[in-house]
């Protein structure tokens, strides 16, 4: 079936490195590739999106780039703070009747002050 | 408008009772979907409702589980005769229709079983 395989699970750096997070997706249909952060005990909150039709997106310190041929997409992280330390889910979405979300199992990134 | 809003916040029950949890959404999103999430996990999804069509159904929603949104707005999802694996965060999002559109996130419902 469908899969979404995420990478690290766990990543931990220091204030004001970058933090990069990669997907890898099966399913040749998806075209929609959003990143949601969740603080612990919070919803999930979407981050920066993606659309098949672009290689990369980026909105400040956040950005996304997307490899449609090799099926993997990836978050970066500039300049990280204290406040981005989270769990962080990419997910993979096709434009189909459906709109079945594959989440990955996600990214507990730390960062050190 | 506040956001897609889930009640109860939290649920204890014994195996084997029913549970009903609600789903409001963002008021002028006609896309509902219910997802599960264990701990350390990704959401899972559960199921997808356009308007008040059920257009999308999981495996993972066994007989145990419906979902329903009759008039199109709020939701309810039913579990019967729940079983222990049944404790999760049980998530609500909604979402514009018109190709993919960004999911707006519920706080959940953490279901516990004893």
């Known amino acids: 079936g469908e899969n979404v395989e995420q990478h690290p699970s766990t990543l931990s750096v220091q204030e004001g490195d970058s933090a990069v997070i990669k997907c890898t997706y099966s399913d040749s249909a998806s075209n929609y590739f959003p990143w949601y952060k969740q603080e612990l005990g919070k919803r999930p909150q979407l981050i920066i999106d993606?659309?098949?039709?672009?290689g990369e997106k980026k909105d400040q310190r956040i950005a996304v780039t997307l490899n449609k041929t090799a099926k993997h997409f990836s978050l970066h992280i500039t300049e990280t703070q204290p406040e981005d330390s989270a769990v962080y889910f990419c997910?993979?979405?096709?434009?189909?009747?459906?709109?079945?979300?594959?989440f990955g199992a996600g990214t507990r990134l730390f960062v050190k002050a | 408008d506040t956001g897609v809003s889930q009640d109860p916040r939290h649920k204890i029950t014994k195996r084997g009772q029913n549970v009903t949890f609600r789903c409001d959404p963002i008021?002028?999103?006609?896309?509902l979907y219910w997802y599960r999430q264990t701990l350390g996990q990704g959401p899972e999804f559960l199921t997808y409702?356009?308007?008040?069509?059920?257009?999308?159904k999981s495996r993972l929603l066994s007989d145990r589980f419906s979902a329903e949104r009759p008039k199109g707005s709020f939701s309810t999802l039913e579990i019967q005769r729940t079983e222990q694996g049944d404790s999760a965060m049980y998530l609500c999002?909604?979402?514009?229709?018109?190709?993919?559109?960004?999911?707006?996130f519920g706080d959940g419902t953490r279901l516990s079983i004893l």
């Open positions: 997910a993979a979405i096709p434009d189909t009747g459906g709109f079945k979300t594959i």
């Open positions: 409702f356009q308007n008040e069509a059920q257009l999308e």
């Open positions: 008021s002028e999103h006609n896309r």
């Open positions: 993606i659309r098949s039709n672009v």
């Open positions: 999002a909604s979402s514009l229709s018109g190709g993919n559109q960004p999911q707006h």
